[in-house]
């Protein structure tokens, strides 16, 4: 339970959770980290805590560098329960710590925990002096909560950059030179497509700011710490919060006894025969929170489903709501299905499109199995709508 030094006097006092699979409905396969950081300089400052059941391993690594008792500031950029919930277990044996956050984060913080403590709200150009070093703060609101901030220390070229640029991924290595970039990179975009996605107007604004910052670290709240690749994670950000897509199809859906996998691969046949680069994900075997990830550079998206009691399958219907709170805009949809005798499948895939504001080039439903003459028609149909 040893902190881990970040730069001099500066360390990594977090948790690693090896063992969560879900965050929110996110699938995080490879766990992650609750990253927390203790700064030593004449006044001692810890920026963020960890998830509530992780705080005494948190005061275990503080408690490696100096007595806990001796911090003074506790820097919370975000109130969210992973990031504040060893509040109250820090708060006990730090207890003439003075809390800074947003004027939102002050006030959700009280919510969470109550009006007990020295709290202190500061707003954007704000800064405090710990000795050697400065604390500047940047507001940077629904990034993604509307309380985030970031924080600054300019002597150090260091940000915390609190949910941003972060990935879920456990690993004992803190930096990105210590673990394959490839994984690293893959994580961030899924915590994108996930969880930062639909905010992409305010991460623009963010990365404007960023971008006038003096950096070589960045440290965020979840994953790898950056220091040798800090340009890509940037790029990658600014890639993905454009919105800009590829040609590029997924195919999204669920089959009762085949007929809509038939249509999916036909469909496939299709935009291969276009030189689209295609892939197919079958809501049985995939997770939602990896389809996101494929989908956020993608030009099309195919969803389909038989019919099940008049609607559409379940799992489909979870993913669309998925899908639509996270908001990709711009797409172009294709809706298709097979039915008996209701039918209205396609119909209830769109409402979803519409309400995502995409562009619905073909629906298609097909009664019972389809055969030749459907899928030439289907193909047909849809190559004419690709090519217009």
């Known amino acids: 339970m040893k902190a881990t030094k970040i730069k001099e006097n500066i360390y990594w006092v977090g948790a ?23 700064i ?7 920026i963020d805590t960890v998830k509530p059941i ?5 005061i275990k690594r503080i408690s490696s560098i100096i007595e806990p008792s001796k911090i003074d500031y506790i820097v919370s950029n975000h109130v969210e329960m992973d990031h504040s919930g060893a509040l109250p277990s820090i708060m006990e044996v730090a207890k003439n710590a003075q809390i800074i956050a947003s004027p939102k984060g002050v006030k959700g913080l009280k919510s969470h925990y109550g009006d007990f403590w020295n709290y202190k709200a500061v707003n954007t150009g704000d800064s405090i002096n710990t000795g050697e070093l400065n604390m500047s703060f940047i507001l940077t609101p629904m990034v993604h909560w509307p309380d985030n901030m970031i924080t600054y220390v300019p002597e150090e070229k260091l940000l915390f950059s609190n949910d941003g640029l972060g990935q879920h991924l456990a690993s004992s290595e803190r930096f990105d030179d210590e673990f394959p970039l490839d994984i690293i990179m893959e994580e961030a975009k899924k915590y994108y497509a996930n969880i930062v996605l639909p905010y992409s107007r305010q991460v623009k604004k ?20 950056w220091r040798s690749n800090i340009n890509k994670i940037l790029d990658g950000y600014k890639k993905w919060s454009t919105n800009n897509t590829k040609e590029k199809a997924i195919i999204i859906y669920d089959t009762m006894w085949g007929s809509t996998e038939i249509m999916a691969n036909a469909i496939k046949e299709v935009f291969d025969d ?3 680069h295609t892939s197919m994900r079958n809501l049985e075997n995939h997770h939602m929170s990896d389809i996101m990830t494929e989908l956020i550079d993608a030009k099309y998206i195919c969803v389909g489903s038989p019919t099940l009691n008049s609607t559409m399958m379940p799992s489909v219907a979870g993913f669309l709501t998925y899908m639509s709170g996270l908001a990709p805009i711009g797409r172009k949809a294709l809706s298709f299905g097979s039915y008996g005798w209701g039918g209205k499948t396609v119909d209830d895939i769109n409402k979803y499109f519409e309400k995502s504001g995409f562009d619905i080039i073909l629906s298609k439903k097909i009664k019972y199995i389809p055969d030749n003459n459907d899928l030439d028609t289907l193909k047909s149909e849809l190559n004419d709508t690709i090519l217009k």
């Open 274 to 276: 276009n030189g689209i």
């Open 40 to 46: 030593i300089d004449k006044k001692i400052t810890l």
């Open 16 to 38: 690693v959770d090896w063992n969560v699979r879900n965050f929110h409905g996110y699938l995080t396969q490879r766990g992650t980290t609750y990253n927390a950081y203790l």
């Open 206 to 225: 963010e990365l404007e700011i960023i971008s006038g910052l003096d950096l070589n670290m960045i440290a965020p709240s979840h994953g790898i710490i």
């Open 54 to 58: 992780y705080a005494g391993e948190m």
